[in-house]
């Protein structure tokens, strides 16, 4: 199996380190930079320990970090307000910062390639038509969960989660949202399966 180096996983933690460091100095709400980088928090430890037993492949520890910069990037200045949003919203002509839209096709991008890592090493699933679906079905499962955690955030911090929910008005905010996460969970697996295959090709 082809995963990272010793020496290539300090490197992405250090950065991990370093973004989360900036982006949680002086956000724009505090309270939304810690609710938005959580699953980040998580996943440092558990990665850590997971490491030795079950190393994950290259490709995955990439994406991770990809989205963990995303998740980091759209705390610090709320996902309504970050600046590559806007100049999309410019270039497009768009009606709103659309940055949360990368978010979620991340969000469908990585568990994605994860549930399907997980399956193919852990279950008798080998690739092809019910794997793809299961993946997909595993994918849509986090993105449903996730929108339960802003509802539930919602009706417990109130005014406060405005700005973790970001709807920015958009009455089809949820919506959007799971079916980005779909759109991502199959185009991950239609542009990535071939090289997460030959990474996973020294795994029994």
Same mark, same amino acid.
């Given at each position: 199996m082809v995963t990272a180096s010793r020496n290539e996983l300090w490197l992405?933690? =250090?950065?991990?380190?370093?973004?989360?460091?900036v982006? =949680?100095?002086?956000?724009?709400?505090?309270?939304t930079w810690f609710l938005e980088v959580f699953p980040?928090?998580?996943?440092?430890?558990?990665?850590a320990l997971t490491?030795? =037993?079950?190393p994950l492949t290259r490709l995955l520890y990439w994406l991770i970090f990809v989205h963990a910069l995303i998740l980091?990037? !759209? =705390?610090?200045?709320?996902?309504?307000?970050v600046p590559l !949003?806007?100049?999309?919203?410019?270039w497009f002509d768009l009606s709103r910062n659309h940055y949360d839209r990368i978010g979620h096709i991340a969000q469908g991008v990585v568990p994605a390639m994860i549930a399907r890592e997980l399956l193919l090493r852990r279950s008798p699933l080998v690739r092809g038509k019910w794997l793809f679906f299961l993946v997909v079905c595993a994918c849509m499962f986090v993105s449903v969960f996730y929108e339960f955690i802003e509802w539930w955030t919602a009706l417990i911090a109130e005014g406060a989660s405005i700005e973790f929910l970001g709807t920015q008005g958009d009455v089809w905010d949820t919506q959007w949202d799971m079916f980005l996460a779909f759109c991502g969970a199959i185009l991950g697996q239609v542009l990535l399966a071939h090289v997460h295959d030959?990474?996973?090709a020294g795994v029994a």
């Open positions: 992405l933690l =250090g950065m991990t380190l370093l973004v989360l460091a982006t =949680g100095y002086e956000p724009y709400d505090l309270t980040v928090l998580f996943a440092i430890p558990l990665l490491r030795k =037993g079950f980091m990037l !759209g =705390g610090h200045y709320t996902y309504a307000r !949003g806007f100049w999309i919203q410019d030959r990474q996973l």
